[in-house]
């Protein structure tokens, strides 16, 4: 667990005087694949209001299911902020589900884990998804990382073939939660060390996990690497497949422009989860 200087390491070391230009790029390419792709949107998964997602349809024969979860430490953004990731894994014949979930403190984090594991299986039950079972994987960013890991770690044998995650790609994830409780961001998480404990997923790995592509941006601060390295050793360790990728010139949010290229870091990701699917 590194503490030293955590408000540096997790909010103010991270921001770049890039980001408001670049988040407003984000927002008119979102609202351009609103009109470039067929979606599907604001659908429920759960009781709460945040527990609703927006499909984006694969271009073509499906070769998998994306479910995306979205950044904003688990207190704030929009699932409607990301959509512009999804006109590139549509047109790479990927069903994208961009995934909202509620937030704290209207919700405790494990409240918020729990209630994300819903959306799956809703996901599924799509009429444009009756048919074959496709292949599921789950990505997320940042907050969403942790997410999309706590997705993986909730499975096991009882879960139905179906709904059982092919692979994984969390993207700039914090696992070990220790370092945030001294931090403002826990105003509104309310965390104390034995319950940000008991919400990292680095200290539950365990073996017959999927594969996993652990992604950062090579020029975040030195806790966000080393939080991704961490989670992609113990998977490893654990007995999996977990791979470290850091991605070079990339920050917290400009890693999300890499993640557009047809031959970028998730896509090949992605392929590499569903080989022999339906291309």
């Known amino acids: 667990m590194q503490v030293q200087n955590a408000e540096f390491h997790y ?13 407003s790029a984000f ?11 067929p979606w599907q949107l604001d659908l ?11 499909f984006c349809a694969a271009s073509g024969p499906a070769r998998a299911v ?11 953004r929009d699932k409607a902020q990301f959509r512009f990731l999804a006109p590139a894994l549509s047109d790479a014949s990927f069903h994208v589900a961009m995934i909202n979930y509620p937030l ?12 994300v594991q819903a959306a799956l299986p809703a996901v599924l039950a799509l009429k444009a998804l009756r048919g074959p079972d496709l292949p599921v994987i789950a990505a997320g960013h940042s907050a969403g990382a942790h997410l999309c890991v706590e997705l993986a770690l909730a499975q096991d044998a009882a879960t139905p073939k179906a709904e059982r995650i092919r692979g994984i790609v969390p993207i700039s994830g914090i696992y070990d939660l220790a370092p945030l409780v001294d931090t403002s961001l826990n105003e509104r998480l309310r965390l104390d060390l034995t319950q940000a404990r008991a919400c990292s997923p680095l200290y539950r790995a365990r073996a017959g996990l999927p594969p996993a592509v652990f992604m950062v941006g090579g020029e975040e601060t030195g806790d966000f690497l080393w939080q991704s390295q961490q989670m992609a050793q113990a998977w490893s360790t654990a007995g999996n497949d977990g791979r470290y990728l850091p991605v070079a010139g990339c920050d917290h949010f400009s890693v999300l422009q890499a993640l557009q290229a047809v ?3 998730l896509l090949r990701a992605l392929r590499g989860f569903v080989p022999d699917a339906v291309a």
């Open 11 to 23: 909010i103010g070391g991270q921001a770049r005087p890039t980001f408001p230009a670049l988040l």
């Open 27 to 37: 927002e008119v390419q979102a609202a351009q694949a609103l009109d470039s792709h």
């Open 44 to 54: 429920p998964y759960g009781p709460h209001a945040r527990q609703t997602f927006d």
């Open 66 to 76: 994306v479910l995306y979860l979205h950044a904003g430490y688990w207190q704030s």
């Open 104 to 115: 704290c403190p209207d919700v405790s984090l494990s409240e918020l884990t729990r209630a």
């Open 263 to 265: 031959d970028g870091p």
